[in-house]
């Protein structure tokens, strides 16, 4: 069993997992077969001691998470969308990034500030506003992704977010990768990235109550300058939780987190956890890794990249060439080694 605790993140009609040096996507195309690709991460600042700092690799991570978990995002769109002649390309990850940032930073932080400070007044109230900002963060987050997941898309995502986490599981359990024994395991998983965001709205509650009533200028610059330092601290807390999971603080800290993993988590087809498997062996074998023995063995083609941040394509079983090129390495991570 590999001593590296694997990731992962789910696509659109696929997976991506994260493995020590490399990761692997896999993704169902539309003519039924699964297609793969790796990319290093064995160099850059990922490389550098610096990055295995503790706080400092929650930053890393936090980083590696928006800019590779999108730009794989959209190349997993176009894979689907290819069959009708749409494709989006860099610029498209720029943007989708940007919007991203602006929106989470404006929707989850400054909106309950500025909601809590209309709502609760007084110079007497700092703590109660901070709790009240805190609840309508909350709310806001478990109602965005139950609005979200309604939709058919989404809800494949959370499928394969399901099978993300139960491959995880066979693999962690030292079980063979085949759809029989990965579908005995649970959708959730303790070191899933809901459960880190649940803990950095947490943990932003506190941070935010220290800060206590300042002038508008001043709040608002602390919520956004503090949240890479909640970020880094939550991933830390996170990885002490996934050491220590019978200590009874983690297990009441943690709980929620699987709890919201009931919405971003459903069920897969055994289609849906092909996919995963695919995407953890492929992880394994890049990593030197041995996949664990009478895992599944599922017909798959290499994806070919257009460019290194551009357009996804497959290739035609009959013309496969060898492995495809891989991107220039990028630091990258799934929210906490999932």
């Given at each position: 069993?590999?001593?590296?605790?694997?990731?992962?993140?789910?696509?659109?009609?696929?997976?991506?997992?994260?493995?020590?040096?490399?990761?692997?996507?896999?993704?169902?195309?539309?003519?039924?077969?699964?297609?793969?690709?790796?990319?290093?991460?064995?160099?850059?600042?990922?490389?550098?001691?610096?990055?295995?700092?503790?706080?400092?690799?929650?930053?890393v991570?936090?980083?590696?998470?928006?800019?590779?978990?999108?730009?794989?995002?959209?190349?997993?769109?176009?894979?689907?969308?290819?069959?009708?002649?749409?494709?989006?390309?860099?610029?498209?990850?720029?943007?989708?990034?940007?919007?991203?940032?602006?929106?989470?930073?404006?929707?989850?932080?400054?909106?309950?500030?500025?909601?809590?400070?209309?709502?609760?007044?007084?110079?007497?109230?700092?703590?109660?506003?901070?709790?009240?900002?805190?609840?309508?963060?909350?709310?806001?987050?478990?109602?965005?992704?139950?609005?979200?997941?309604?939709?058919?898309?989404?809800?494949?995502?959370?499928?394969?977010?399901g099978?993300e986490?139960?491959?995880?599981?066979?693999?962690?359990?030292?079980?063979?990768?085949?759809?029989?024994?990965?579908?005995?395991?649970?959708?959730?998983?303790?070191?899933?990235?809901?459960e880190?965001?649940?803990?950095?709205?947490?943990?932003?509650?506190?941070?935010?109550?220290?800060?206590?009533r300042?002038?508008?200028?001043?709040?608002?610059?602390?919520?956004?300058?503090?949240?890479?330092?909640?970020?880094?601290?939550?991933?830390?807390?996170?990885?002490?939780?996934?050491?220590?999971?019978?200590?009874?603080?983690?297990?009441?800290l943690?709980?929620?987190?699987?709890?919201?993993?009931?919405?971003?988590?459903?069920?897969?087809?055994d289609?849906?956890?092909?996919?995963?498997?695919?995407s953890?062996?492929?992880?394994?074998?890049?990593?030197g890794?041995?996949?664990?023995?009478?895992?599944?063995?599922?017909?798959?083609?290499?994806?070919?990249?257009?460019?290194?941040?551009?357009?996804?394509?497959?290739?035609?079983?009959?013309?496969?060439?060898?492995?495809?090129?891989?991107?220039?390495?990028?630091?990258?991570?799934?929210?906490?080694?999932?």
């Amino acid at each position: 069993m590999p001593t590296f605790t694997y990731g992962g993140q789910a696509l659109i009609e696929g997976v991506l997992m994260r493995g020590r040096d490399a990761i692997a996507v896999a993704l169902r195309h539309p003519d039924g077969e699964i297609v793969y690709a790796t990319e290093r991460l064995d160099a850059g600042f990922h490389g550098t001691r610096w990055s295995k700092w503790p706080l400092i690799r929650g930053l890393v991570v936090l980083y590696e998470t928006l800019v590779v978990g999108t730009r794989w995002l959209v190349r997993s769109a176009n894979v689907q969308a290819a069959e009708e002649g749409v494709e989006l390309g860099k610029g498209s990850v720029i943007l989708m990034l940007g919007l991203t940032l602006v929106a989470g930073i404006g929707i989850f932080f400054l909106l309950p500030l500025l909601i809590a400070s209309v709502t609760v007044s007084g110079p007497d109230h700092g703590l109660a506003q901070s709790l009240v900002e805190g609840l309508i963060r909350v709310a806001i987050f478990l109602g965005y992704l139950v609005v979200i997941g309604r939709s058919p898309d989404v809800s494949r995502v959370f499928q394969y977010h399901g099978a993300e986490h139960k491959t995880i599981h066979a693999l962690e359990a030292g079980d063979p990768l085949t759809v029989d024994a990965v579908r005995k395991y649970p959708t959730a998983h303790q070191r899933c990235g809901t459960e880190f965001l649940v803990v950095v709205i947490i943990l932003s509650i506190i941070a935010f109550s220290l800060v206590g009533r300042q002038t508008p200028l001043v709040m608002i610059a602390s919520r956004i300058l503090l949240i890479p330092v909640i970020a880094a601290v939550g991933y830390e807390i996170l990885r002490f939780g996934a050491r220590h999971r019978k200590n009874p603080v983690m297990k009441v800290l943690l709980y929620p987190g699987l709890l919201v993993q009931m919405i971003t988590t459903k069920q897969p087809t055994d289609d849906m956890i092909e996919v995963a498997i695919v995407s953890m062996e492929q992880a394994l074998e890049a990593d030197g890794e041995a996949v664990p023995a009478g895992s599944g063995d599922f017909d798959r083609r290499p994806m070919q990249l257009a460019t290194p941040t551009d357009i996804v394509t497959d290739v035609p079983a009959s013309a496969a060439p060898p492995p495809p090129p891989v991107a220039p390495p990028l630091p990258t991570d799934p929210p906490p080694g999932r």
